[in-house]
C-alpha cells in the first residue's frame, strides 16, 4: 500500500494483549485508509484508534479472548449496547459515544467490503441522542473590539498586531484557529484577487474573501515582526521565533474577556461562530455561509439558523410592548 503508515494513537505492542494478529492487520489497514484514501484530520484518525481499541478491550471480557476477525463477523446490537452501556458506565457522555459508535460502524464496514464482516447489527444500532448545544456569538461589538490592535492585551507592539491579526482572520475570514496558524507569507503574495485559499478539515481546500481590513492587519504585524519570515514558513511566530501555538493565542484572549467582562464562551472559536451568526443576521444565505466556513454538510451549518431564531426571539420578549 502507498501513502504514509499510520502512527498516531497507542497502536502499539500493549494494543497486542487485547487482539488476535489477523484483526490487528486490519485494523491497520482500516487506519491507513483513513489517513491516505480518505484523509481524515488527524485528531479524528485518534479518536477512532482509541474507540476501536476499547471496543477490542471491551470484547476481550465479553467473549473471554483475545477478538479475532471472526468475532466481527455478524456483531449483534446486544453486544454493541453492551460495549456503549460499558463506556457510559465510565463516564462517557453522548457525544463520545456517538463517535465511538460511528468508528466502530467505520471499521466493519471497512471489513465488509472485503468480505470479512457484515454490518447489519451495527447499522441496525442507533445512535444516542445527541445533546443540542448552539454556538455563543460575541456581540458585534465585543468582536470587533477582540479584533483591535489597540484593545490587546499585550504591550509588545509586534506581537499585539500579531494577536489582532490572527483575531480578525478567525472573525473575518471564519477561520479555524488551526487554519490560520498553518498560512505563510506565500499566502499573500499579492492581494489583487481578494481571496485566501484554505485547507481544512480533511484537505478540503475552500476560498474566502479576503476583506481590505486583514490585508491592511496582515501587512501591519509583517512590517513590525523581528523575524525573517521565509515564504512557506509558518506566517505567525511566538515571542521567540518558533510557530506559534494555539495555546498562546487562547490565553491571550482569556486576559482580554477578563478585562472586557465577557463571559468564557468568548473562545477564539467563537469569533468563528460570530462570523456566520452576524452574516446570517445580515441577510447570508446558508450555502454560501456553508462554503465559507469549509463544512461538509448543510445540516453543520443549519445550527446557525437556531442561534439567530433565538436572538429574534430575545429582541421580541425585550422591545414589545406586550412582553
Known amino acids: 500500500m502507498t501513502g504514509k503508515i499510520y502512527s498516531g494513537g497507542n497502536s502499539s505492542e500493549t494494543f497486542l494483549e487485547f487482539a488476535a494478529p489477523d484483526l490487528l492487520a486490519e485494523r491497520e489497514s482500516w487506519l491507513n485508509h483513513l489517513q491516505n484514501e480518505r484523509r481524515l484530520a488527524d485528531k479524528t484518525l485518534d479518536a477512532y484508534e482509541r474507540d476501536s481499541r476499547q471496543f477490542l478491550m471491551f470484547l476481550t471480557g465479553y467473549i473471554g ?22 463506556r457510559r458506565k465510565a463516564g462517557a457522555g453522548a457525544r463520545t459515544l456517538g463517535r465511538g459508535l460511528a468508528g466502530i460502524r467505520s471499521f466493519i464496514r471497512y471489513l ?11 447499522t441496525a444500532m442507533r445512535s444516542p441522542r445527541q445533546p443540542q448545544s448552539l454556538p455563543k456569538p460575541l456581540a458585534v461589538n465585543d468582536a470587533l473590539r477582540m479584533t483591535d490592535m489597540d484593545e490587546q492585551s499585550q504591550e509588545e507592539p509586534w506581537i499585539a498586531a500579531r494577536d489582532a491579526t490572527i483575531l480578525t482572520l478567525l472573525y473575518g475570514c471564519g477561520l479555524r484557529i488551526s487554519e490560520a496558524l498553518a498560512l505563510t507569507p506565500a499566502d499573500f503574495p ?21 476583506l481590505p481590513m486583514i ?64 452574516l446570517l443576521a445580515s441577510g ?19 445550527v446557525y439558523t437556531a442561534v439567530d431564531s433565538e436572538k429574534l426571539f430575545d429582541i421580541v420578549a425585550s422591545a414589545h410592548p406586550r412582553a
Open 190 to 210: 499579492d492581494q489583487a484577487t481578494g481571496s485566501l485559499r484554505i485547507a481544512g478539515k480533511g484537505g478540503k481546500v475552500r476560498i474566502v474573501p479576503l
Open 112 to 122: 465488509e467490503k472485503k468480505n470479512l464482516a457484515s454490518s447489519a447489527g451495527i
Open 284 to 302: 447570508g444565505d446558508l450555502r454560501t455561509i456553508q462554503e465559507l466556513l469549509g463544512h461538509a454538510s448543510l445540516s453543520t451549518t443549519q
Open 215 to 278: 490585508d491592511l492587519a496582515v501587512k501591519e504585524y509583517l512590517n513590525l515582526c523581528p523575524y525573517h519570515l521565509e515564504p512557506d514558513s509558518p506566517l505567525f511566530r511566538g515571542a521567540r521565533g518558533g510557530k506559534l501555538q494555539p495555546a498562546v493565542l487562547q490565553r491571550a484572549m482569556r486576559l482580554m474577556r477578563s478585562a472586557f467582562g465577557l463571559p468564557d464562551t468568548a473562545t477564539p472559536h467563537a469569533l468563528r461562530h460570530s462570523f456566520a451568526t452576524h
Open 65 to 86: 479472548e483475545k477478538p479475532a476477525i471472526k468475532h466481527l463477523a455478524n456483531l449483534k446490537p446486544v453486544d454493541l449496547r453492551g460495549f456503549l452501556a460499558t
